[in-house]
């Protein structure tokens, strides 16, 4: 509890404080012993859970099979692919001794499966029938972050990481331009967050990549966060591990290949894209309880009415909860629950069950209402499919009130302090640090449904190399 009674910081006051007091107080997560990791409890597991159900039905139904690669990687297999090594050489945790005694081969537990993932598409892969090879594996990866920050930078983190393997560049683009496709939808139509979908500038591929796709989505502090990736490695890694096929003509070719990846992270997307002062706000999709009914009294017969709404409400295909603690007041559990950001609540007294009805209460956006018991099972799903909406229609509005097309660089300034800024870029590396160490603000891409234009660089005045505007802004 803050000096000035409530649950958690305002976001306002500060914003960081808020964040990490939400994971705190909503029990989403802990500190683990290892610095820099965490431990994800069960409410929090459980909004990984709904999350990976829904993009896992997606990524099988486009294809691709999961399958599991080891924890522990050859170190020399970083080392074939000059770029990827030092892109990720900070971050590796690197075993050198085990059983006791000193590795003749040192390993590495993998900050991605790249490479693992291409030895072993070498020893599958001989004809062109074999492709394309669509694979995701489910997982935790192991990145020594400098700076952690729970569920958005953690030493580990769970994700899923798509890679496939294909006959041409062709046929590798429909796929990376898939991958970012479904990222787009699960993130807009399950997690409520209106991302934007577009391409890395060079200077923020990912490392050995030939180009990088991402998702880009707004915090409710105007800073970017980057939830979803989708890569072209060109035949970068398919040269360094000896993916190759024989075409239908007998020569032997090349692969091109891709992957693509979404996080925990997301998790601390849905906090900072939908929490307010009250706490945490989430969307009824991604929510353990979207309903959590309130019994007020202590008799039986309130227990009982609670108990066959709760049944109904199940057999509806809502998760609803019954918090029926005897040791707390309804006030204490409405507040609660608003911390935890459960979407709806429903109150039920001795009244309410004298008149057959309930008191319904949303998390935002809605006055109390009473509605009546015999109709829950239609008023409380399309409440939900309004909530989801009106999360939405919120972030989005939000985005576009902090998002500034900007032609001068005192206007870019000022628009990337505080939220986005779009402007014309000239694309050299060079530019984007002088921006970067001016500003703090980074390239987050280049929109791919920005309408085409030119102009002049906004920092350097060099004409733009992208014909479109590029989103800049400040990032976690």
Not at 82 to 107: I, N, R, W
Not at 397 to 421: C, M, N
Request: hydrophobic share 40%; net charge negative.
């Amino acid at each position: 509890m803050t000096k000035d009674g409530r649950a958690v910081t305002a976001q306002s006051e500060d914003f960081s404080a808020w964040y990490n007091e939400v994971i705190t107080r909503a029990e989403l997560a802990d500190r683990g012993p290892v610095r820099g990791t965490m431990v994800i409890r069960p409410y929090g597991y459980r909004i990984w859970e709904l999350l990976q159900e829904e993009l896992d039905r997606r990524i099988k139904a486009t294809g691709h099979q999961n399958a599991y690669f080891p924890l522990l990687v050859p170190a020399s297999y970083l080392d074939r692919e000059a770029e990827h090594v030092e892109g990720f050489a900070p971050e590796l945790a690197v075993v050198t001794h085990a059983g006791g005694k000193e590795l003749e081969e040192s390993v590495v537990v993998r900050p991605t499966s790249e490479t693992i993932i291409g030895e072993m598409m070498s020893r599958w892969i001989s004809s062109h029938r074999d492709l394309p090879m669509l694979l995701n594996q489910w997982a935790n990866v192991v990145r020594w972050e400098l700076r952690p920050r729970t569920f958005l930078r953690t030493t580990e983190f769970l994700w899923q990481e798509g890679h496939t393997a294909h006959a041409d560049a062709e046929d590798a683009m429909r796929e990376t331009m898939l991958a970012l496709r479904i990222y787009t939808e699960v993130a807009r139509d399950v997690a409520a967050m209106p991302v934007v979908p577009g391409e890395k500038t060079p200077g923020e591929r990912f490392a050995g990549a030939a180009r990088t796709f991402t998702i880009e989505s707004m915090m409710r502090d105007g800073k970017a966060l980057q939830a979803g990736t989708s890569h072209y490695m060109g035949t970068n890694f398919a040269r360094a591990f000896g993916i190759r096929y024989a075409a239908e003509d007998g020569r032997l070719e090349t692969c091109h290949t891709t992957s693509w990846g979404m996080t925990t992270r997301m998790i601390g997307a849905v906090i900072m894209t939908h929490g307010d002062d009250r706490g945490l706000v989430l969307p009824p999709r991604l929510a353990p309880y979207q309903v959590v009914v309130v019994p007020i009294g202590r008799g039986e017969e309130i227990a009982a009415a609670a108990a066959r709404v709760a049944e109904r409400l199940a057999a509806a295909g809502v998760r609803v909860h019954v918090d029926d603690r005897p040791q707390h007041s309804p006030g204490y559990k409405y507040n609660e629950w608003e911390l935890r950001g459960v979407p709806l609540r429903l109150e039920l007294g001795p009244r309410d069950l004298a008149a057959a009805s309930a008191v319904l209460a949303w998390r935002i956006g809605g006055e109390k209402e009473n509605v009546a018991l015999a109709d829950l099972e239609e008023i409380v799903p399309r409440a939900l499919d309004e909530f989801q909406d009106l999360l939405l229609r919120r972030a989005a509005d939000f985005r576009a009130a902090a998002t500034s097309a900007v032609d001068d660089w005192a206007g870019f300034r000022a628009a990337a302090a505080d939220g986005w800024a779009a402007a014309f870029h000239c694309g050299e590396a060079a530019c984007e640090q002088q921006i970067k160490a001016e500003t703090a603000a980074t390239a987050r891409c280049v929109p791919n449904d920005a309408p085409e234009a030119e102009g002049t660089c906004v920092r350097c005045g060099r004409p733009s190399a992208y014909g479109k505007r590029v989103l800049f802004g400040r990032a976690y």
